[in-house]
């Protein structure tokens, strides 16, 4: 399907619920070219056909459950054959996947946790060309620089986001180079590039050329491999997230896809420290989102374990926890939407406090042969050496190896990523804020590690 230009398109949305209607429009917000429809009820999409309504999109509220979704998907893709069918859901009921895609959804995703997806995937669905300063962030993807080469032409356009203006403005346009003083300034500010994400292709296209270019024997850009691992750890989640029943050998396959993820961003690799510094890099600086997150601990939990001297296996161990550690966010009350912590009422604040516990719960629930040291890692990582944290206030000599390993991974990842406007800390300083904390006597990661860390980093 070419992206739609110069012309709105209509999208259906059926939903009982104005909060679902509320979520959709933050999701769209800016994607001017799409002409939202409420319908609250089947009989009242059944009722409404016309000509002048003709969605090529429809997003369904998924949220009571199979039989009412099926109803809704079935009647949509009766009445609007041509339409594409993304069912959006959340905890508050179980839905068969299967059974849904099976009649007619093209996508099921869940409202909050796939949230940086949604976009991805209605874009890909329904595209549409947007042009000027307003375009939203969420219809950009960021670019890994190195995948950029100056003097080269570019088939995509080129942004840069202004977050205190809430403006993105294109820099350069499909056709043009990037000249190297551009990718200079972008390196030293640590400035993010983006391109559009109707232009994913083409920038992939783009930077298999520039890998050749380069000698490189297997063409796939940073970039690339980074989407496709997002999109491997997405997959994996529907599988958490499907109410279908289950069995031993899908257990057995979410292992698999979390070892080929590890493997693919070679994360076991036996490295020296200075190389393991470059890695670690790599992955600090993004805006946090929740896949993200699964991506930047799986990789800090394996890098530092590697400092630590563990084993290969021990190392693939902490890669996958990392990987799993924050299933449990998706049982979270669907009305906590894109809210910060800060913000959470005390319910929601007492149902965040119990998600590493959850995460556990579903990872067992769905049959995933983890040894014990894993559910640890995973149950533990939010836990401190001072008993304050949770899901159950452990003290120091309570938690695992693998849980102060993790607790060390994710504050290491809360400080060197971007969030809420906030810049992010530079690695070295984040690791000697740490272990300041550590030797304060007060501190509440365990200090040996963080020492030993501590001292690879200035190595």
Not at 194 to 204: D, E, L, S, V, W
Not at 230 to 259: H, V
Request: with cysteine; net charge negative.
């Amino acid at each position: 399907m070419k992206p739609n230009s110069g012309s709105t398109v209509d999208v259906l949305i059926g939903s009982p619920r104005d909060s679902f209607w509320e979520t959709v429009k933050v999701v769209l917000k800016g994607y001017y070219p799409y002409q939202l429809k409420h319908f609250r009820s089947v009989d009242e999409a059944l009722e409404t056909t016309s000509d002048t309504f003709t969605p090529v999109l429809a997003l369904i509220d998924g949220q009571d459950g199979t039989a009412k979704t099926n109803e809704w998907v079935q009647s949509t893709k009766m009445n609007y054959p041509d339409s594409h069918v993304i069912v959006l859901h959340s905890s508050a009921a179980p839905l068969d996947f299967n059974v849904v895609k099976k009649n007619g959804a093209d996508e099921i995703m869940h409202i909050n946790f796939d949230r940086e997806f949604i976009s991805d995937v209605i874009l890909q669905l329904a595209p549409i060309e947007m042009e000027g300063d307003n375009i939203p962030i969420t219809s950009l993807m960021p670019v890994d620089l190195r995948d950029m080469e100056a003097q080269v032409t570019i088939n995509f356009d080129v942004y840069v986001h202004l977050p205190a203006n809430h403006r993105s403005v294109c820099m350069r346009k499909a056709g043009d180079v990037v000249d190297e003083k551009h990718l200079d300034k972008f390196k030293a500010l640590k400035q993010q590039m983006y391109i559009k994400k109707t232009q994913m292709k083409a920038f992939f296209e783009y930077a298999r050329t520039v890998m050749s270019l380069r000698n490189i024997p297997l063409p796939v850009s940073m970039t690339e491999k980074f989407h496709r691992s997002k999109k491997a750890i997405y997959e994996i989640m529907a599988q958490f997230l499907n109410g279908a029943a289950t069995d031993y050998s899908e257990g057995k396959m979410i292992l698999e896809r979390c070892r080929n993820i590890i493997a693919d961003f070679e994360l076991t690799k036996d490295m020296d420290a200075p190389a393991i510094f470059d890695e670690i890099f790599r992955f600090t600086g993004n805006t946090r989102t929740l896949y993200h997150d699964c991506i930047c601990l799986s990789a800090y939990a394996a890098y530092f374990a590697q400092l630590l001297g563990w084993s290969a296996e021990k190392r693939e161990s902490a890669a996958i926890a990392g990987l799993l550690h924050n299933i449990g966010l998706s049982q979270m009350p669907p009305t906590v939407g894109d809210k910060s912590v800060k913000d959470f009422s005390a319910e929601e604040l007492q149902a965040y406090h119990f998600y590493p516990e959850r995460s556990v719960n579903m990872v067992k629930a769905k049959k995933v042969p983890l040894p014990q040291e894993i559910a640890d890692a995973i149950g533990q990582h939010r836990e401190n050496n001072l008993g304050t944290g949770f899901p159950k206030k452990l003290k120091a000599e309570d938690i695992s190896e693998f849980g102060k390993l993790m607790a060390l991974a994710y504050r290491f990842h809360e400080m060197t990523a971007l969030q809420d406007g906030r810049q992010a800390t530079a690695p070295v300083q984040a690791m000697t804020l740490l272990k300041e904390n550590a030797l304060s006597g007060n501190g509440e990661l365990d200090l040996l590690m963080t020492t030993q860390v501590f001292k690879k980093f200035k190595a």
